[in-house]
């Protein structure tokens, strides 16, 4: 089955900082999506993104899409404490639910 | 206002005793999921309704069974819960495949 595969697994930053997660997937998708979990709670969406869509932008998000490299990326600009938590993307392909990648684990340091 | 209700939100079972959570929807949604999500892992997609019609994971154990009495409401029932089976499990809503998954807070159980 295809499946996200996030990286870096971890990542600590400062507060300010931008924050960049990357998402690599095996198979064509239809769309992509990211969420975010905060420790022990529900995911929540942040962005879905197309297959034919390169960019997207929401507030301090920007996520981009590269799908002859399979690949997608998270940035979080001027990052701030309340951020941190683990992301997630998750991939589905036409006619199938979507499956998620391992995780990044953002921790931004006051 | 929640729009993906799980409850409880703690619930603690003895080995091998049955045990039902159940995950309520006010996005009349048509897709219903339930995700088990061990500890530092990603969530693992169990089953999911479409409408009436229930889509089980190839991997998922017997043990695990669902029922979707009407559009709102979906339960998970575990017949036998083990040891291995203590895991946060998530609901989660969609309009259909491919779209935004709205996901509850989930349900932590515990195997004793």
């Known amino acids: 089955s295809q499946q996200g595969e996030e990286d870096p697994q971890a990542l600590s930053i400062q507060e300010g900082e931008n924050a960049t997660m990357n998402c690599s997937y095996k198979?064509?998708?239809?769309?992509l999506q990211w969420y975010r979990q905060n420790s022990g709670r529900g995911l929540v969406h942040l962005i879905l993104?197309?297959?034919?869509?390169r960019e997207k932008h929401s507030g301090r998000l920007r996520v981009t899409l590269d799908t002859s490299k399979k690949s997608s990326s998270l940035l979080i600009t001027a990052s701030r404490a309340a951020d941190t938590a683990s992301y997630f993307c998750?991939?589905?392909?036409?006619?199938?639910?979507?499956?998620f990648g391992p995780g990044t684990r953002l921790s931004v340091l006051p | 206002d929640a729009m993906v209700i799980q409850n409880p939100r703690y619930q603690v079972t003895q080995f091998g005793k049955p045990v039902t959570l159940s995950c309520s929807q006010t996005?009349?949604?048509?897709?219903m999921y339930w995700y088990q999500q061990k500890s530092s892992q990603a969530p693992k997609l169990l089953f999911h309704?479409?409408?009436?019609?229930?889509?089980n994971e190839a991997d998922t154990p017997d043990n695990f069974q669902s029922r979707r009495p009407n559009t709102s409401f979906c339960f998970l029932d575990i017949r036998s819960p083990g040891l291995g089976d203590a895991a946060m499990y998530l609901c989660?809503?969609?309009?259909?495949?491919?779209?935004?998954?709205?996901f509850g807070q989930g349900t932590r159980l515990t195997v004793v």
């Open positions: 996005l009349n949604h048509n897709v």
């Open positions: 989660a809503t969609s309009r259909g495949p491919g779209t935004l998954a709205f």
């Open positions: 998750a991939t589905d392909g036409y006619g199938q639910n979507f499956v």
């Open positions: 198979t064509s998708i239809n769309n």
């Open positions: 993104i197309r297959s034919n869509e």
């Open positions: 309704y479409y409408d009436k019609d229930f889509n």
